[in-house]
Every structure is written in structure tokens, then in C-alpha cells.
């Protein structure tokens, strides 16, 4: 069932992004912070733009729409997006 959901949210974003300047303005700066933080941050391997720690490649996971904890923090299921808890 969450498999659904997350389709459903992701198509659902990807609308907004593409249709609704406010939403798409507010997405991008979002994206912008995150990818500032992994670059400044010592686990990104910048040769191959991946995080040491996951192995995700962050030039898309932090373009990803995630729900987001009580301090705001991206979640993928119960576990941090972010494994340092940065974003
Ligand atoms: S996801 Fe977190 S731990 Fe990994 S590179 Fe980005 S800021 Fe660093």
C-alpha cells in the first residue's frame, strides 16, 4: 500500500512541479539547499557525486519528494534520507 502511495505522491509532485510556478520556485530552492549541504559535507564523493555512507546519488535523491520528520528532516520510510540527518 505504500508502494501506491508513494506513486501517487510522486506523479502528484512531479504535476505541481511542472505546472505550478509557486510550488516549482519552492521545489528548486529546496533541491538547490540540499545538494549545497551534501557538497559541503566530508561523506560526498565529489568524483562520482555520491554519498559514501548510503551510496545514493544525490544530484537525484535530493530532488526526491520525502515526508519529513518533527525537525523537518527527510524520511525514506523511518530512516533518515540524509544518514547525518543534514536535510
Ligand atoms: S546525504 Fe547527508 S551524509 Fe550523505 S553526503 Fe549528503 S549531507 Fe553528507
Not at 18 to 31: A, Q, R, T
Request: positive net charge; proline residues 3%.
Amino acid at each position: 500500500m505504500y508502494t501506491l502511495f508513494y506513486i501517487l505522491q510522486g506523479f502528484t509532485s512531479t504535476f505541481l512541479y511542472y505546472v505550478n510556478p509557486f510550488y516549482h520556485k519552492k521545489m528548486k530552492k529546496l533541491f538547490k539547499h540540499r545538494i549545497s549541504l551534501c557538497e559541503s559535507c566530508i561523506l560526498f564523493k565529489k568524483s562520482t557525486r555520491q554519498c559514501s555512507v548510503c551510496d545514493c546519488f544525490m544530484d537525484i535523491k535530493t530532488k526526491c519528494i520525502f515526508k519529513l520528520d518533527k525537525e523537518g528532516h527527510a524520511l525514506m520510510d523511518s530512516e533518515p534520507a540524509c544518514p547525518l540527518k543534514k536535510w
